[in-house]
Structure formats: C-alpha cells, structure tokens
C-alpha cells in the first residue's frame, strides 16, 4: 500500500467518525421515532388530499417537474478532497502526492455521487414507465449517460474552480451551468418518449462519451490552486461542524485577501466602545461564521415557508391568518435571535474581548443591542413582502411596532443565557 | 514612580502555581527585560498581568489601580504586544485599527492622525483595506504592534517583539519604544533576542523555574552571575545554566 493511499485511509476513517458524530448530534433515536410517527399519521391523515393533488396535476407537468429534479441533481455537487492544512506537510510535492491524494478522493465522491444517481433515477423511472411507457432501454440510457454526465460535470466544476481570477471564475461558472442545464434539459426530454431509436441512443452514448474524455483530459492537466483548495475545503468542514455542533472552530484559515474601500471600515457605527463591539460584530456576522449568505439562504426559506404556510392554513380554515403570521413571527424571531445571539459565543475564549477595557454595561449593551439590530431588519424584510401578498394583513405601523418589541422580548432571553455562558464580568 | 507594581505573584493553571512569589516594579520611563528559557513562567507573568489568568496569589498594580479591585481602570492603561498576532479573520487592517481605537475611546481626529503615522512607519499605508490574515509574519506583528502604539497607556506589556520583524521595522520598533520610554511610559518586555534587549531595556529580570532568579541592570546582574565583561547572553547562559 502506497503512503499515499495510507494517509487517505486514515483520514477518511477519521472524517467518517466526525460525520458520524456530526450526525448523530443532529439525531436523536427518540425525536427520530416521534418525526416517523408524526410523518406517519400526517401523511395516512392527509392521503387523499395527497393522491387528489398527484392526481390533479398533469402528468405532462409532473413528468417535466421530475426532469427538472433529474437536472439539478445531474448539474449539483462538487469534488472534495478531504484536505487538512497540514497537508502541504504531509502531502508534499503537492502536485505529485497532493495530486495522488486528491484522485483517491476524487474517486470516493465520484463512486457516492453515482450511486445516489443510480438510486434517484431508478425511482423516477417508475413515474414515467407508468405514465409514459418508457422502455428499458430509456432507462439504461439515461443511467448510463447521466452517470457519464454527472463525473464529467463534476470534473468540469473542479477544473473552473481552479480558474484563476474571482470574476474569470464566476463568468465561466455562469457559462457552464448555463451549457450543462440546456443539454441535460434537451437530452431528458427523452423521457416523456416511450423508446428511443438506436442512432439516438448511439448519439447520446457517443456524445457523453466524448464529453467525459474532454473533461479528464483537461482535468488531468489542470494546475491546482492548493492553497485555495485546502483553505476553503477547511474552512467549509470546520464551518459546518462549528455552526451545528456549536463550537468554535481553531482549524478556519481565511483565503481572502482584500476587500473594497465602501465595504471596509465602521461607516455608521460610533466612535466608542459599545461601537468597537458592534463593529466586530457585524463584520463577524457580515464575513465570518455568521456567513451573510446563510442568513440570506435561511430568510429566503423562512419567506417562502410563512407565505405557502399561511396560503396552506387559511384555506384549510385551521387559523386565522392574522394568528398564522403572530405565531410564526414570534417562532422565527425566536429561531433566528439564536442564531444571531450565538455568534457572541465564540468571544469568550477571545483575548482583545477580555483584555480591552469595556465595562460590563457596554458588553451586555452590545450583545443584546447587534443581534436586535439584525433581527429588526430581517423581520421587517420578511413582514413586508408577506403583507404585500396578503394585502398588509396588519397596520404596517402595528407591524412595525409588533417586530421591535419581539426582537427586543427574543434577544433578551438568547441573551441572558449567553451571558451567564460567557462568564463576562 | 512606580507604573507597574508586581508583589508575591503566584499564578497559574487551574490552581497549579507555575510562577510562585514573584515580585517588581517597573517605573516610570523605564524598559524592562523580561528574559529567561522556555517554560520559565514569563508567559505566565504577562498573562496574569493581562487578567487572563486568575492570581492565585499575589497583587499586581498599574499606578494606583489594582487589577482585582479595579480592573477597568487597569485595563485602561495597558497596551499588549502578544508574540503570536491575534488577529480576525473577519476584518480589514482599517478595521483592526478602528477597533483598537474605539476600544480605548480614542479621539477621531487623534486616531486618524496616529494611524496615518503608523501605517507610514510601518509601510502599511497600500494595505489598509487588506485581510491581516493574508500578511506574512512580520507584516502581522506589525498590525499588532500598531494596534498597541494607537492609545495612550501607562505600560506596554510586549511579549516576543521582534519575532518576523525585518531589521528596518525591528529598528523603527526600537525608536518607538525609546520614544515612548522618553514621554515617561514603562515598558515589560519579554525577548529571547539577548543582544538587542541588552542594547534596548534599562533593566533585566531573569525568570527561571517560575521564580526570579536575578534582577538588576546589566552590571548587577555581572556581578550577581560573577562575570567581569560579559555580555547579557553570558550572563544568562551562567545564571540559567547553573540553576539547571
């Protein structure tokens, strides 16, 4: 056995223990239990209402929804390499160790990715078998191409990746799942076909084939950026296990260099202490683990949940909506004011937070002040498109008021338990 | 006068004294030399001094204000160099600096002036919108060490300065530590360097073993390690050496 191909072993044992823990945190064998039952009873409770709807879409529609699902999921995904930074140690000459490493783990992601191809589609495949009358040869066809794809999108996705240049990069990046959505869109519109002729299953092998040979061809040759690779596959490991486990993360190693003028510095923040606390705040929030982009992904969802929700809930006659959006304000501010309050625990083992002089009054001030300020404004910018949609269910004045007073109720609570965490004296 | 005043220290880790009995003062307009081997208890001594460790004996006092009863106004009056960079991801230089200001309730105009100084000192001036965490070693000390020189303490407590300095940035360190010495500051300074801490602090206290095994200026501490011409490294290797 190669040391090479040792190391790998090892890490892999060692992340999948990791994983392990990371997933046995996040499930409980008792919660797990109540969730089938409660799934159980829904779904044997709402069955009718369930088939009535399959039933009551077209099966035209359906057919290209479920296309739809076998396009993202053939265009989704990415190549890790389960890199650590001590790798430029351990793995040096990177180009010739790291490179060897990285195929072994290329190949682990690639093998996960198919198999999870060959379960989904297999699925899919009965919709349209029963629908359509799609032939086995459909079936082999579009498992065996969708899995030629799907290694030549994830090669592809890998070689951009080490494009140089942030902007080169995303403009590629834009171009290519432009490309892959249309192909893979076209190619699935032999689905809804019942068989499929031997000079277009040729043309569809022929083709894919030809694909995956381009992308391993240049794979192969693709100078790897190594330093932006093991950084950013760190930091995303640390990050995820950091946010969900909660705790601070040692290993994060940042990547980035510089930012622009407008979005450096504390702009409107005072020049003061409770402002020095703030500012650190919110960059944390802005860059760090607080991660803008989950706050976004997590506002978008919580929209679309309380607008489909509340359309749900006041058809069925269940609740007013006007007590549908009382009640899910109030548990989204909740969600989110912890969210938002937590990110002060990582300060507690922080020197400059124990060493500067900040009284006690201006730490609490702050923690319970920026989180308010966040929450304020997230709430607001959930409540204004759902009052839109429900033509301003409340007086936006009352809702305004109504959005302080929970934020300020919510983070105070997140707060008075942060702070008998955080030892602050 | 007595800026920082240290008497019967003991301190450690979780109630494990590393450091037991120690006790100096460092007065004003003076730089003292911290030296001793690895694991002596030196980075112990700042810490404690820094409230980071709890006392478990001892006082520790910066003027009149002492770090248990009056930890704000201590606090106020110190300034740390640390030997790693503790420095955020998250923020820009400018930001590490506004931050450090804002934290010591610096004045606007003061703090644009002293920053503008500083970044030129240290030939920063291009990196003010740059994550310090893509700096290399020496470029991050100097954000640290910018950091500590933006207020107005009454002590500099600086551990391993010279670490990653170049000799242009190690000799501007050393002009703006005896600039600061001559407007009557004291400085703690914890080296391995021997010869530019010889060349820099007024007085040395050699630790070893968690206590003081000699204190003094450079001739003292020749006469206590009975050496006629020797240097400080001399001086340290017999004092540190016989003790081992």
Request: net charge positive.
């Amino acid at each position: 056995m190669t040391p090479v191909l040792l190391i790998w072993k090892k890490r892999v044992t060692y992340l999948w223990k990791l994983y392990y823990k990371f997933i046995s945190f996040q499930i409980d064998g008792v919660i797990l239990i109540y969730l089938l039952g409660l799934v159980g009873v829904l779904g044997l409770y709402f069955k009718e209402t369930i088939l009535e709807i399959i039933r009551y879409v077209p099966a035209d529609y359906m057919a290209i929804l479920l296309q739809v699902v076998l396009m993202l999921f053939l265009a989704s995904g990415n190549l890790t390499g389960h890199l650590k930074l001590a790798d430029q140690v351990f793995l040096s000459p990177l180009d010739i160790d790291g490179k060897k490493f990285l195929k072994y783990s290329h190949t682990l992601n690639k093998g996960i990715h198919i198999l999870i191809w060959f379960f989904i589609w297999t699925i899919l495949y009965l919709y349209y078998r029963i629908n359509f009358g799609a032939t086995i040869y459909i079936y082999l066809t579009v498992l065996i191409c969708g899995a030629i794809l799907k290694i030549s999108i994830l090669d592809f996705k890998f070689i951009i990746w080490n494009k140089l240049g942030k902007w080169r990069r995303r403009i590629y990046n834009a171009l290519f799942y432009l490309v892959a959505y249309g192909f893979i869109g076209r190619a699935l519109s032999i689905l809804t076909q019942s068989h499929i002729s031997k000079i277009k299953l040729i043309i569809y092998l022929s083709s894919s084939t030809i694909i995956l040979i381009i992308s391993q061809l240049i794979k192969n040759d693709i100078l790897i950026d190594w330093e932006r690779l093991i950084n950013e596959e760190t930091n995303k490991r640390v990050r995820n296990f950091a946010f969900l486990l909660g705790q601070p993360y040692r290993e994060k190693k940042s990547s980035r260099r510089r930012t622009i003028s407008v979005f450096s510095g504390r702009k409107i923040l005072p020049f003061n202490e409770k402002g020095a606390l703030l500012l650190l705040y919110f960059k944390i929030l802005q860059r760090g683990e607080g991660n803008l982009v989950l706050l976004l992904q997590m506002y978008f969802g919580i929209l679309a949940s309380i607008i489909f929700g509340g359309q749900l809930v006041s058809s069925s006659g269940i609740a007013e909506i006007q007590t549908f959006a009382i009640i899910s304000n109030i548990f989204v501010a909740y969600i989110l004011a912890g969210f938002l309050s937590s990110l002060w625990i990582n300060l507690k083992e922080d020197i400059w937070f124990r060493v500067y002089p900040y009284t006690l009054k201006q730490k609490m001030d702050a923690i319970e002040l920026a989180p308010t300020i966040v929450l304020i404004i997230v709430l607001l910018f959930i409540n204004i498109p759902l009052n839109l949609v429900n033509k301003w269910i409340f007086n936006p004045a009352i809702s305004f008021i109504g959005i302080i007073i929970v934020s300020i109720i919510t983070v105070k609570i997140h707060s008075y338990l942060l702070i008998s965490k955080l030892e602050i004296y | 006068m007595n800026l920082l005043n240290i008497r019967s220290l003991s301190g450690g880790y979780d109630k494990i004294k590393i450091i037991k009995g120690v006790s100096f003062q460092v007065e004003e307009g003076e730089i003292v030399g911290l030296i001793g081997p690895n694991g002596a208890g030196k980075t112990t001594i700042i810490k404690s001094i820094l409230g980071i460790l709890p006392l478990i004996d001892g006082e520790i006092k910066i003027l009149q204000y002492n770090i248990k009863e009056n930890p704000l106004e201590f606090k106020k009056r110190i300034a740390y160099v640390p030997e790693t960079p503790l420095l955020y991801d998250e923020m820009t230089l400018l930001e590490h600096l506004e931050f450090t200001g804002m934290s010591h309730g610096v004045d606007k105009d003061i703090f644009t002036e002293k920053t503008s100084e500083l970044l030129k000192l240290f030939k920063l001036e291009d990196k003010l919108h740059h994550f310090p965490n893509s700096f290399s070693k020496g470029m991050k000390q100097k954000v640290m060490i910018m950091c500590a020189f933006l207020y107005d303490p009454s002590i500099y407590v600086i551990d391993e300065p010279f670490m990653g300095l170049d000799p242009i940035a190690t000799r501007d360190f050393i002009d703006l530590i005896r600039l600061k010495k001559e407007e009557g500051k004291g400085v703690l300074m914890s080296t391995h360097i021997l010869d530019t801490a010889e060349k820099v602090c007024d007085r040395f206290i050699l630790i070893n073993y968690g206590q003081i095994e000699a204190a003094g200026t450079l001739d003292e501490l020749r006469k206590s390690a009975e050496i006629e011409h020797g240097g400080l490294a001399d001086i340290y290797e017999r004092l540190a050496g016989d003790s081992e």
